[in-house]
């Protein structure tokens, strides 16, 4: 008698089989063994006053219910000049979406929508990335070509992105190696999507055309965490320039990944830089788990190309099931359909990420090409089971299945059951080749969902709307005169400053390195002192609080110019911060009110030290203590805050209780 199949269990196995390790457990020579290979393209918007190819102001949003005007496209495939079509265009077709924006007068003109020819390029954006290159080491090319870029998702209305070539053959410093570029590009941002349900994808037009920078590295990326600390890198050269946006949204990270074996698979719009870790070192594993599941069913299935799926329409009844989205698909008139396939037993539940399966492939593909809002399919490999037993078997009936094969029902409007079909059928075959180049959308728990067909490499071609603009060398000798200090410089400083290391990312991503440099100038305070207040101390306070209007960091400068004007000891600096942060606009007498500061003299601060001595013998303390020692400090601390420094205090404190004299 066969043992009952066990999902749960079999998940566990493939895991092993494929050798998953946390990424904290992963070492360099993990990843060298699986082949890692990663490249980065970083895009980063520019904080100029106009979008790239019109005079809309660049910058502003507004909310989903904030618009004047609504228009509707549809996207179909038209044949290349060589007769072929391309594979995202057949993809998005077969959605059958319509493609809603919602259009600000404000914002957008009839540039963005596609009715009006671009203007000339913005000069303030190209001159700025032309800066950022240069920080970059890169070749700014003779000549600038505007071509076309397709994009076919209908996140842009044209169906392509504008966009220019500026610098070539850069490096950017790592810890332990540089990292070759590949090229900077200007280019317009794509629209806002806000929602993507069913066949209604809806976009905002505010965001589109505004001008952005795409830095492009060489895949000689070999571990998730240089992939992280490339990425870093290139935010803080693009900062250093005070020339980008900042803010959700304005850095985007597309990550590419591929190991021995497998192909190149893009990770689109990382929002957040610490991700990416995380997201590669699981999609190397992704990719392994896919060569592992090819191997198993080419030792199963001897002619691949003859292999094929079964599809019945259920038609018993299932009117008594509890499962809530089958029961409300089968009250709007669905269809039920049932899938065999062959000799799949076991590869639905195979492990592929971190809670993900093969299955979740699947109901991936239905939710993307035939637009099923998941829960969208129940598969006999299901670690709960939906169906009961007599259910079962009726459709292994119906299919007629074996005991090696496995089971799908999905449910889909009757206009979708077919690209349903053919979505879990062209999957399923792609198992049998390993890892299908794709593109994937990150998701912050570190693991990633099919988003479309990567496009091909011929995407691009010349714009003939736009003459080609030279570009001198004298222009750009001029911009190379004002270049912001090199991101190299900047970190030998902090460690000259003696700044903690664990500091440096929090300096270097908000750009504080001007603003330090004017504090300890014009400030007299220590070096170390206001690195470690940055890095440490504001930081933690922002990951604690949330302020009520976004905070400038020159609000610090200001305060501790009031503390020294006013004489008060910086000690307080602390405290007053929380609350400055959370309420940055409140005039620094009030915070010191809150505070509770009141001045006092440092000798009446200091005479009281004997006496509170005495107190603590009195409650039967143990003299010259450490515990007498916190004891005098917790009541004396907080009237000393302000009035004169901790440390000061301490040593008093420390003083008396060995007997010496103040």
């Not at 005479?607 to 916190?630: H, Q, T, W």
Request: one cysteine or more; a neutral charge.
């Amino acid at each position: 008698m066969n043992k009952k199949f066990d999902p749960k269990q079999n998940y566990a196995e493939s895991m092993k089989r494929v050798g998953y390790i946390t990424r904290e457990k992963a070492t360099p020579k993990d990843y060298a063994k699986m082949g890692f290979k990663s490249g980065l393209e970083v895009h980063q918007q520019l904080k100029t006053e106009e979008k790239l190819f019109c005079r809309c102001p660049a910058g502003i949003y507004h909310n989903l219910q904030d618009y004047d005007a609504e228009l509707i496209r549809h996207m179909r495939p038209t044949l290349s000049e060589m007769g072929t079509y391309d594979g995202t265009a057949l993809m998005e077709f077969r959605t059958r979406k319509n493609i809603r924006y919602y259009i600000k007068n404000e914002t957008t003109c009839t540039y963005d929508v596609d009715d009006t020819p671009p203007f000339p390029i913005n000069r303030e954006a190209l001159e700025y990335a032309i800066e950022i290159s240069l920080l970059m080491h890169q070749n700014i090319v003779g000549e600038l070509h505007i071509t076309r870029k397709q994009y076919l998702d209908g996140s842009i209305p044209t169906g392509f992105q504008r966009t220019a070539i500026v610098g070539i053959e850069g490096k950017i410093p790592l810890k332990h190696k540089n990292v070759r570029i590949i090229q900077l590009s200007i280019e317009e941002d794509a629209c806002r999507e806000v929602s993507d349900i069913g066949h209604e994808r809806i976009y905002t037009t505010d965001r589109l055309g505004i001008p952005l920078i795409e830095t492009v590295t060489y895949p000689e990326l070999f571990t998730p965490d240089e992939v992280m600390e490339a990425g870093q890198v290139i935010r803080f050269i693009n900062r250093s320039s005070g020339k980008v946006r900042v803010g959700i949204g304005a850095g985007r990270q597309d990550v590419n990944v591929s190991i021995t074996g497998g192909t190149r698979v893009e990770i689109k719009g990382v929002s957040r830089i610490k991700w990416i870790a995380k997201l590669t070192h699981n999609e190397t594993f992704r990719q392994k788990a896919l060569l592992e599941i090819k191997k198993e069913l080419h030792s199963r299935i001897k002619y691949p190309k003859k292999w094929k799926p079964t599809f019945k329409a259920i038609t018993f009844d299932v009117s008594d099931i509890e499962y809530q989205p089958i029961k409300e698909a089968m009250d709007k008139g669905c269809k039920l359909i049932a899938c065999k396939l062959p000799e799949f037993k076991g590869i639905l539940s195979f492990f592929l990420q971190p809670g993900k399966t093969f299955a979740d492939e699947l109901e991936g593909r239905l939710k993307v090409i035939a637009c099923l809002e998941k829960p969208n399919m129940v598969h006999s490999e299901d670690m709960n089971p939906v169906f009961n037993e007599d259910m079962l078997k009726k459709r292994s009936k119906l299919l007629k299945s074996g005991e090696n094969d496995a089971q799908i029902v999905f449910w889909a409007p009757e206009e979708d059951v077919k690209t349903a079909m053919e979505t879990i059928e062209e999957r399923c075959r792609m198992a049998f080749e390993g890892v299908p180049n794709e593109t994937r959308k990150a998701l912050n728990d570190g693991t990633t969902i099919f988003e479309r067909v990567l496009p091909g490499a011929d995407r691009m071609y010349p714009d003939t709307d736009s003459a080609p603009i030279p570009i001198k060398d004298e222009y750009i000798e001029e911009i190379g005169k004002s270049l912001p200090v090199s991101l190299k410089k900047r970190m030998e400083q902090l460690k000259k400053w003696h700044i903690p290391e664990d500091c440096y990312y929090y300096i270097l991503r908000n750009d504080l390195m001007p603003l330090l440099e004017r504090m300890i100038k014009e400030l007299k305070v220590s070096p170390k002192w206001i690195g470690t207040l940055f890095g440490h101390t504001l930081k933690h306070i922002e990951g604690q609080y949330n302020s009520s209007v976004p905070f400038e960091y020159e609000r610090v400068y200001e305060l501790i110019e009031f503390l020294q004007k006013e004489q008060i000891d910086l000690d307080i600096l602390s405290l007053m911060l929380e609350i400055l942060y959370v309420y940055p606009r409140m005039e620094f007498e009030s915070i010191l009110n809150l505070v509770k500061f009141k001045r006092q003299e440092k000798n009446e601060i200091l005479n009281d030290i004997p006496s509170l001595c005495s107190m603590f013998n009195e409650i039967g303390g143990s003299a010259n203590s450490d515990a007498e020692k916190k004891w005098i400090m917790g009541h004396l601390r907080a009237i000393a805050l302000g009035n004169m420094p901790l440390k000061e205090l301490h040593q008093a404190v420390q003083k008396i209780l060995q007997g010496d004299e103040l």
